[in-house]
Nanobody, 121 residues
Framework: QVQLVESGGGLVQPGGSLRLSCAASGTIFSISPMGWYRQAPGKQRELVGT???????NYADSVKGRFTISRDNAKNTVSLQMNSLKPEDTAVYYCYVWYQRSRWESPYDYWGQGTQVTVSS
């Protein structure tokens, strides 16, 4: 199984920045893509962005130009740099991987426990 440990959430003022990090550990054949989802109160979980092991990124329109995803393949980590934060970015942010335990097993979605990001003055 894989374990995802997230860090970096907190309270920030509008226009500020935060950086989230996620480290994957355990029995891993493949964890790609990696990325982030978020869920605001009363709303469905939505994609923030993903990154493949080749570095190809995909972002939600709402965060393009403000958020940047990066990963370290050697360390199995993924980060989310969030700039120009808005109150509507307030949500629980979940680390995500497309996880494959071994070459003989099918991959599946896996999320971390989540970290709270609150954007408020």
């Amino acid at each position: 199984q894989v374990q995802l440990v997230e860090s970096g959430g907190g309270l920030v003022q509008p226009g500020g920045s935060l950086r989230l990090s996620c480290a994957a550990s355990g029995t891993i054949f493949s964890i790609s893509p990696m990325g982030w989802y978020r869920q605001a109160p009363g709303k469905q979980r939505e994609l923030v962005g993903t990154i493949t092991s080749a570095g190809i990124t995909n972002y939600a329109d709402s965060v393009k130009g403000r958020f940047t995803i990066s990963r370290d393949n050697a360390k199995n980590t993924v980060s989310l740099q969030m700039n120009s934060l808005k109150p509507e970015d307030t949500a629980v942010y979940y680390c995500y991987v497309w996880y494959q335990r071994s070459r003989w097993e099918s991959p599946y979605d896996y999320w971390g426990q989540g970290t709270q990001v609150t954007v408020s003055s």
